[in-house]
């Protein structure tokens, strides 16, 4: 059994920055990356960013130089480092993290960019 536990979540002004953190625990025989993905009603899960287990990043477009995406592979942690966030920034994020057989999923937390 995997378990992923996020924080960090809230209401911000545009413009403002917030700091996302997950934590995954249980079977984690083999870690391959872990990432952050966002859904806002009525839209399929989109990813925001990926790290992988080396290292290795990936940011979609619409965050690519306001989002940064770190790891702790000692604490099975990713982060997100969110600056300049806009209002379409706002959405229901979700953690995830990658072994061999699956892909398993946090409970999302809200993030609200709205003045």
């Known amino acids: 059994q995997v378990q992923l536990v996020e924080s960090g979540g809230g209401l911000v002004q545009p413009g403002g920055s917030l700091r996302l953190s997950c934590a995954a625990s249980?079977?984690?025989?083999?870690?391959?990356?872990m990432g952050w993905h966002r859904q806002v009603p009525g839209k399929e899960r989109e990813l925001v960013a990926s790290i992988t287990r080396t290292g290795s990043t990936n940011y979609a477009d619409s965050v690519k130089g306001r989002f940064t995406i770190s790891g702790d592979n000692a604490k099975n942690a990713v982060y997100l480092q969110m600056d300049s966030l806009k209002p379409e920034d706002t959405a229901v994020y979700y953690c995830?993290?990658?072994?061999?057989?699956?892909?398993?999923w946090g409970q999302g937390i809200q993030v609200t960019v709205s003045s």
């Open positions: 995830n993290v990658v072994v061999p057989t699956a892909r398993y």
């Open positions: 249980g079977s984690l025989f083999r870690v391959y990356g």
